[in-house]
């Protein structure tokens, strides 16, 4: 053993003392001899060695901030965990991340992989080495798995992680690691085999004893059989893919009238996603109940489960918000659905860690529960059963693809402790039927002293910590694939983070996760924050009498219902982009030489100071070097006025617009005239004028109640001692007698829309007006009009037909000189693994189609003219 191995098993006994407290870590406190035995086993391990496969494009990282011994501790416990000496983690963005979190804090080296779309993403910067896969497309790189075990074969890799998605619940590449003598961090492919085959699953479970819905799960899919079959199912009925899970290849029919489009689109999407188009019938149940028990069982026979969670809270058949346990349910049934969770697993020869879905009636009086599917790898929503354990369940799951049995048992695991939720954060629009879409994270900031990717666990201990200074019971965990600056783009799932809550009980932390919402900045992209804001905060949630898969169907109306926008929050976007305008001003441009002399005049007439920075793209769209917006000008009338372009307010409602007139009475003090409108249905807003929607001047008016936007009668607000800081991100004001704080942002989207983002009061607020044409950075796409936020669409021609999103064209459903009517699907689009229906908003005439199926498109791009006829 040489002097780097002996040093640690010297301290390995220290570590696994100071470790023992943390129930997921127990195990740790083994003899150190029996640890120094294991660790001579594997010190050619534990040694640098020459590598002699490919360089990696990043170095290592620097090593985690645990225990000197905790890295090792793992990897020392047995012998058999040579299995793992090195990893490769077949996955990309959030899960890649927390993967080779845990890795690397037990010392394992690892290896990250990457498509063309995820050159320099964070897992990358997490990994020991990194390699090139392929394109963008998943079917080009990630589901490759001939190209992901050759770079088993390059670098040595003795493992693989498949993460979720991708080739995570693909038995024939579960099956080839295992004959190339890899070890897949996941169960044997004959159990994803049978699991993945719901009709295969139901027959299992119903002859382990464990309930299941009725329906048919036969393997004749005849259309004639199927129709038989859902006669005697009865309607309502759910089409369900046979293969898959995550709400793909699932349809609702209410009727046998509805039958053979939702069996035509549930085969056309179970295709797509899975290659398999085979599906299954089964019962309806009106008022589901959605929860699920996450289990863990190794080669020995053991089996536990890390107790259930509730995942109801969902839109699209996809989860929005978990939580662990799943509340108001008596421990009689705790204990039941664990139980059967077991049994389901053990039934199927499962090993590692899966999660049992179950479906609870919640009409009945009983409260039943069915098998639904089991998912045969980690689940998105694994944080918070290791928050309410207190365990590390990718720690768990290395330890058995290497052979080991549980570190606990169920007896030793006890109960839940505490509570726990999960918010998941989607690049995605919540008021456009949840449409995800893209973008450039401009602006990404997480709740203060939250940790990541990092089990409460390993990081402080069952005690808990003061992770959230103003509720020090509450514990924070943001688990993100994505750092400022990074692109999220559309050939894979929307997920920007989950953002993970622990409190000593569900009132704690559901305040947690309220609060921690609040504190969570994100721009650049559309997403879905501020929903979740609303759903967290939702009385009915917070009672939890009446959960069900409905819970967002049912109170879409409260959900969904519009913004606000106190006039001192506009108010105080006013003064923003104003200040912002004279901190750009007041930054040297890049003009001509022979126009140099004039700028420099220009620009200290509108700051004296010569202070401040900004973009080249702010800097070209305001007038602020005018001496009319400067209060100290000479002027025969009253007071510097400044009136902006109507600009938009999305979060508002349909076609909101907000209007801004300043009237500066020295620095840093303002009357601001505001008024919040609807333009016109259909309209859009305007422009701006040639100065950018900046400078138009009311003169001397000086009356209280301006005129803006033709006629609109406005509120005077005062606001004083207004203070952008020296960075331009933080604004500090008193708005009519109250002193506030803003965090700021603006940025020009898409080359043709500024955007202007303010963070107040623990509400987030967007307002966007169109730059002008001649503006230098808004270039072709001004004049083409699109839009901002990433993802609205922009001003068409009258009568075009826009892609909601990025796509592929599946199928045109109509043709030109065909006639529609207002609700018609005309064309079905295919993004992220999904089908989107777009229909016609009005009846008319299709005068031209301008794609054609299996055509990419991009967001906002027409596809085809349809002329009213009225």
């Given at each position: 053993?040489?002097?780097?191995?002996?040093?640690?098993?010297?301290?390995?006994?220290?570590?696994?003392?100071?470790?023992?407290?943390?129930?997921?870590?127990?195990?740790?406190?083994?003899?150190?001899?029996?640890?120094?035995?294991?660790l001579t086993r594997l010190a050619p391990f534990c040694t640098p060695q020459l590598r002699t496969t490919p360089q990696p494009l990043r170095p290592a990282a620097a090593p985690a901030t645990y225990p000197a011994a905790a890295r090792a501790i793992s990897t020392a416990a047995d012998a058999q965990l040579g299995r793992i000496h090195k990893l490769v983690v077949a996955n990309r963005g959030e899960i890649a991340c927390r993967v080779l979190t845990t890795a690397r804090r037990l010392g394992v080296p690892t290896v990250a992989v990457?498509?063309?779309?995820?050159?320099?993403?964070?897992?990358?910067?997490?990994?020991?080495?990194?390699?090139?896969?392929?394109?963008?497309?998943?079917?080009?790189?990630?589901?490759?798995?001939?190209?992901?075990?050759?770079?088993?074969?390059?670098?040595?890799?003795?493992?693989?992680?498949?993460?979720?998605?991708?080739?995570?619940?693909?038995?024939?590449?579960?099956?080839?690691?295992?004959?190339?003598?890899?070890?897949?961090?996941?169960?044997?492919?004959?159990?994803?085999?049978?699991?993945?085959?719901?009709?295969?699953?139901?027959?299992?479970?119903?002859?382990?004893?464990?309930?299941?819905?009725?329906?048919?799960?036969?393997?004749?899919?005849?259309?004639?059989?199927?129709?038989?079959?859902?006669?005697?199912?009865?309607?309502?009925?759910?089409?369900?893919?046979?293969?898959?899970?995550?709400?793909?290849?699932?349809?609702?029919?209410?009727?046998?009238?509805?039958?053979?489009?939702?069996?035509?689109?549930?085969?056309?999407?179970?295709?797509?996603?899975?290659?398999?188009?085979?599906?299954?019938?089964?019962?309806?149940?009106?008022?589901?109940?959605?929860?699920?028990?996450?289990?863990?069982?190794?080669?020995?026979?053991?089996?536990?489960?890390?107790?259930?969670?509730?995942?109801?809270?969902?839109?699209?058949?996809?989860?929005?918000?978990?939580?662990?346990?799943?509340?108001?349910?008596?421990?009689?049934?705790?204990?039941?659905?664990?139980?059967?969770?077991?049994?389901?697993?053990?039934?199927?020869?499962?090993?590692?860690?899966?999660?049992?879905?179950?479906?609870?009636?919640?009409?009945?009086?009983?409260?039943?529960?069915?098998?639904?599917?089991?998912?045969?790898?980690?689940?998105?929503?694994?944080?918070?059963?290791?928050?309410?354990?207190?365990?590390?369940?990718?720690?768990?799951?290395?330890?058995?693809?290497?052979?080991?049995?549980?570190?606990?048992?169920?007896?030793?695991?006890?109960?839940?402790?505490?509570?726990?939720?999960?918010?998941?954060?989607?690049?995605?629009?919540?008021?456009?039927?949840?449409?995800?879409?893209?973008?450039?994270?401009?602006?990404?900031?997480?709740?203060?002293?939250?940790?990541?990717?990092?089990?409460?666990?390993?990081?402080?201990?069952?005690?808990?910590?003061?992770?959230?200074?103003?509720?020090?019971?509450?514990?924070?965990?943001?688990?993100?694939?994505?750092?400022?600056?990074?692109?999220?783009?559309?050939?894979?799932?929307?997920?920007?983070?989950?953002?993970?809550?622990?409190?000593?009980?569900?009132?704690?932390?559901?305040?947690?996760?309220?609060?921690?919402?609040?504190?969570?900045?994100?721009?650049?992209?559309?997403?879905?924050?501020?929903?979740?804001?609303?759903?967290?905060?939702?009385?009915?949630?917070?009672?939890?009498?009446?959960?069900?898969?409905?819970?967002?169907?049912?109170?879409?109306?409260?959900?969904?219902?519009?913004?606000?926008?106190?006039?001192?929050?506009?108010?105080?976007?006013?003064?923003?982009?104003?200040?912002?305008?004279?901190?750009?001003?007041?930054?040297?441009?890049?003009?001509?030489?022979?126009?140099?002399?004039?700028?420099?005049?220009?620009?200290?007439?509108?700051?004296?100071?010569?202070?401040?920075?900004?973009?080249?793209?702010?800097?070209?769209?305001?007038?602020?070097?005018?001496?009319?917006?400067?209060?100290?000008?000479?002027?025969?009338?009253?007071?510097?006025?400044?009136?902006?372009?109507?600009?938009?307010?999305?979060?508002?409602?349909?076609?909101?617009?907000?209007?801004?007139?300043?009237?500066?009475?020295?620095?840093?003090?303002?009357?601001?005239?505001?008024?919040?409108?609807?333009?016109?249905?259909?309209?859009?807003?305007?422009?701006?004028?040639?100065?950018?929607?900046?400078?138009?001047?009311?003169?001397?008016?000086?009356?209280?109640?301006?005129?803006?936007?033709?006629?609109?009668?406005?509120?005077?607000?005062?606001?004083?001692?207004?203070?952008?800081?020296?960075?331009?991100?933080?604004?500090?004001?008193?708005?009519?007698?109250?002193?506030?704080?803003?965090?700021?942002?603006?940025?020009?989207?898409?080359?043709?829309?500024?955007?202007?983002?303010?963070?107040?009061?623990?509400?987030?607020?967007?307002?966007?007006?169109?730059?002008?044409?001649?503006?230098?950075?808004?270039?072709?796409?001004?004049?083409?009009?699109?839009?901002g936020g990433g993802g609205g669409g922009g001003a068409s021609l009258a009568g075009e037909v826009a892609a909601p999103l990025p796509g592929r064209v599946v199928k045109l459903l109509v043709s030109e000189g065909q006639k529609v009517a207002a609700g018609e699907v005309l064309v079905v689009l295919e993004a992220m693994k999904m089908e989107h229906v777009v229909k016609a908003t009005r009846a008319g005439l299709v005068s031209a189609l301008t794609v054609s199926a299996g055509a990419q498109v991009q967001d906002g791009q027409a596809?085809?003219?349809?002329?009213?006829?009225?």
């Open positions: 053993m040489n002097a780097a191995t002996s040093g640690a098993v010297a301290a390995s006994a220290a570590a696994a003392a100071e470790l023992s407290s943390c129930v997921g870590l127990r195990w740790l406190s083994h003899e150190a001899s029996t640890i120094g035995v294991a990457f498509s063309d779309a995820d050159r320099g993403a964070r897992h990358i910067r997490l990994a020991d080495e990194a390699f090139h896969i392929g394109g963008a497309a998943a079917r080009d790189s990630y589901l490759r798995a001939d190209v992901l075990l050759d770079v088993c074969a390059r670098v040595g890799g003795h493992s693989v992680h498949p993460g979720y998605g991708f080739l995570s619940e693909n038995a024939a590449f579960a099956d080839a690691c295992v004959k190339a003598g890899i070890a897949f961090v996941g169960p044997p492919g004959d159990a994803i085999r049978a699991m993945g085959n719901k009709s295969e699953a139901k027959a299992i479970m119903h002859a382990a004893g464990v309930p299941v819905v009725p329906g048919y799960h036969g393997e004749d899919q005849s259309d004639p059989k199927l129709f038989e079959e859902a006669q005697r199912v009865g309607f309502p009925l759910l089409v369900k893919a046979v293969s898959g899970g995550g709400g793909k290849g699932m349809r609702l029919a209410r009727s046998a009238s509805e039958l053979p489009d939702a069996l035509a689109s549930a085969r056309r999407e179970a295709a797509a996603a899975f290659g398999d188009d085979r599906v299954l019938i089964e019962r309806f149940v009106e008022r589901p109940r959605h929860v699920e028990v996450q289990v863990v069982c190794d080669g020995h026979g053991g089996g536990v489960s890390v107790f259930d969670r509730d995942c109801s809270l969902q839109r699209r058949h996809q989860k929005v918000i978990e939580e662990a346990p799943a509340p108001g349910l008596p421990d009689a049934f705790h204990s039941e659905i664990g139980d059967a969770a077991v049994r389901a697993a053990r039934a199927a020869g499962y090993i590692n860690a899966g999660t049992v879905e179950f479906i609870v009636d919640m009409g009945a009086p009983e409260r039943p529960f069915y098998f639904m599917e089991m998912n045969t790898r980690l689940q998105v929503e694994h944080p918070v059963s290791e928050e309410v354990a207190g365990i590390d369940l990718v720690e768990w799951q290395l330890r058995v693809a290497a052979g080991l049995p549980l570190p606990l048992t169920q007896q030793q695991l006890g109960r839940p402790r505490g509570h726990a939720f999960e918010a998941r954060i989607y690049a995605e629009s919540p008021r456009r039927d949840f449409l995800p879409g893209g973008g450039t994270v401009r602006r990404w900031r997480v709740p203060p002293g939250s940790v990541a990717f990092t089990p409460g666990c390993v990081a402080d201990g069952p005690a808990g910590s003061a992770a959230n200074a103003a509720e020090p019971r509450v514990r924070v965990r943001v688990d993100s694939g994505v750092d400022e600056g990074d692109q999220v783009g559309t050939f894979y799932d929307p997920m920007v983070a989950k953002l993970v809550v622990w409190g000593p009980d569900r009132p704690a932390a559901l305040a947690g996760l309220r609060d921690a919402l609040s504190r969570t900045q994100l721009a650049g992209l559309p997403s879905n924050v501020a929903f979740l804001r609303r759903l967290a905060g939702h009385g009915a949630f917070e009672t939890a009498d009446d959960l069900t898969t409905a819970f967002i169907k049912d109170h879409q109306s409260e959900l969904m219902s519009p913004q606000a926008l106190p006039r001192s929050v506009l108010a105080l976007a006013g003064v923003a982009r104003h200040l912002l305008d004279v901190r750009a001003a007041a930054a040297p441009l890049d003009f001509p030489p022979a126009a140099s002399l004039v700028s420099a005049s220009l620009l200290s007439a509108a700051n004296p100071s010569g202070s401040g920075s900004g973009s080249a793209a702010a800097r070209a769209n305001t007038s602020s070097c005018s001496p009319w917006d400067r209060a100290d000008s000479k002027r025969l009338w009253g007071r510097a006025t400044r009136a902006f372009a109507p600009m938009q307010f999305p979060e508002g409602g349909p076609n909101a617009r907000a209007d801004v007139r300043l009237e500066i009475l020295s620095a840093g003090d303002f009357d601001v005239v505001c008024v919040t409108c609807s333009a016109p249905a259909g309209g859009a807003p305007a422009s701006g004028d040639a100065s950018g929607g900046t400078g138009g001047r009311t003169g001397g008016n000086t009356s209280g109640d301006a005129d803006i936007a033709g006629g609109a009668s406005g509120e005077r607000v005062a606001v004083r001692r207004a203070l952008l800081d020296a960075a331009g991100g933080r604004l500090t004001a008193e708005v009519e007698g109250r002193t506030v704080a803003a965090d700021v942002m603006r940025y020009v989207h898409a080359g043709s829309v500024d955007v202007l983002c303010l963070w107040t009061d623990g509400q987030a607020y967007e307002l966007r007006w169109r730059m002008p044409q001649w503006s230098r950075e808004a270039g072709p796409a001004a004049a083409a009009g699109s839009s596809m085809m003219v349809v002329r009213s006829q009225e």
